[in-house]
């Protein structure tokens, strides 16, 4: 039977396993299917780099031995790309020296080879529970509420009526708050989507919610921009309540 995903309100969280060795690679992979993550894997640095700034991963787990570039190299470069994406060193390198360098370059979590099953599984469970913790229950954008709790959204004390899929992409969207959000992305995070079927599939559902956003009267509204993706935040000439 499939364990129940630790999904953060509807997400699937998804990790990126840069690892050199196959076998090192398929053990983390099965261990973390073990709490239902959807796993992708990298074999060298430059692939490893390529995937975290192509996608929003919830964890990496991070060898640093690799054939083609440290692993420390690849932690820099996210930390400079912008990316808070918690990584976990997992390597056979057991020097302190190197443990305070990885940390020092931005890693979140440092274990050493072998590991341990049960403590890799809670490891990652926490480092996806204190990236949660940065993201409040209740997110606001003008007077557009929505409790990650309840699963409720409101505009003041109405409470929109949303399909639990224009739920997860409204919740998605302020959670990148003002910041725009690509299709490809939108697809992975709310459908579980890795392609795009060259469906409408997103577009029509921001037109949803946009229709319900404005009908409730939000401050808060969806754009487009075009050719990279949405974003919300604060409507333009949107009345004071
Ligand atoms: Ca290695």
Redesign the pocket.
């Known amino acids: 039977m499939r364990p129940t995903p630790i999904a953060i309100g509807l997400f699937v969280m998804r990790a990126l396993v840069i690892?050199?060795?196959p076998t090192a690679a398929r053990l983390v992979r099965l261990v973390l299917a073990e709490d239902a993550w959807e796993v992708d894997d990298a074999a060298t640095g430059q692939e490893g780099r390529r995937l975290a700034r192509a996608h929003a991963y919830d964890l990496i787990v991070l060898?640093l031995?690799?054939r083609d570039l440290h692993g420390i190299a690849v932690v820099q470069d996210l930390r400079q790309s912008g990316r808070a994406t918690p990584v976990l060193i997992l390597t056979g390198e057991t020097a302190e020296q190197t443990m305070i360098r990885g940390l020092d370059a931005g890693a979140d979590d440092y274990m050493t080879k072998p590991f341990s099953r049960e403590a890799l599984r809670a490891r990652a469970r926490a480092l996806v529970r204190r990236g949660a913790a940065g993201r409040a229950d209740t997110m606001t954008v003008g007077n557009l509420s929505l409790n990650r709790l309840t699963r409720e959204v409101r505009v003041d004390s109405h409470t929109l009526a949303l399909t639990p899929r224009e739920f997860a992409l409204l919740e998605y969207l302020m959670l990148r708050h003002d910041e725009v959000v690509s299709r490809p992305e939108l697809l992975e995070k709310v459908w579980d989507m890795h392609f795009d079927p060259g469906s409408n599939v997103v577009d029509a559902h921001v037109a949803r919610v946009r229709r319900k956003l404005e009908d409730g009267k939000a401050s808060a509204a969806i754009t487009t921009s075009r050719g990279v993706g949405f974003s919300i935040g604060a409507a333009s000439g949107a009345p004071p309540r």
Do not use: S, V
């Open positions: 690892e050199d060795d060898d031995g690799l």
